[in-house]
Nanobody, 127 residues
């Protein structure tokens, strides 16, 4: 399964960007999809996730109210709408999918629980 992410770019603080991610293989069950990010010199961190069975969404505290994750489970596509962007949101954003096991919702922020990853798309927020 390959995940193709797109939509990154350069935006001024306070601006918006929308990311999208589509899976190449839709016949494999996908339980959840998520977005992570990695800033230079920092570890990869959880941003948001969506659980297809319930439609529940989960967010990193610092993006709540600014970012919105959505998607289409039938198309294995996930989106991340990012509003009111801040310079500290600058990072490479990665999408990921969980396919082998549904897993507990509490594990959604854990990168190791995801099976497939996109190539990353750079988001740069200038001050």
């Amino acid at each position: 399964v390959q995940l193709q992410a797109s939509g990154g770019g350069l935006v001024q603080a306070g601006g918006s960007l929308s990311l999208s991610c589509a899976a190449s293989e839709r016949r494999i069950a996908t339980y959840s999809m998520g977005w992570f990010r990695q800033a230079p010199g920092k570890d990869r961190e959880f941003v948001a996730a969506i659980k297809w069975s319930t439609g529940s969404t989960y967010y990193k505290d610092s993006v709540k109210g600014r970012f919105t994750i959505s998607g289409d489970s039938a198309r294995a596509t996930v989106y991340l709408q990012m509003d009111n962007l801040r310079p500290e949101d600058t990072a490479v954003y990665y999408c990921a999918s969980r396919n082998r096991l549904a897993g507990a919702s509490s594990t959604l922020p854990t990168p190791e629980t995801y099976d497939y990853w996109g190539q990353g798309t750079l988001v740069t927020v200038s001050s």
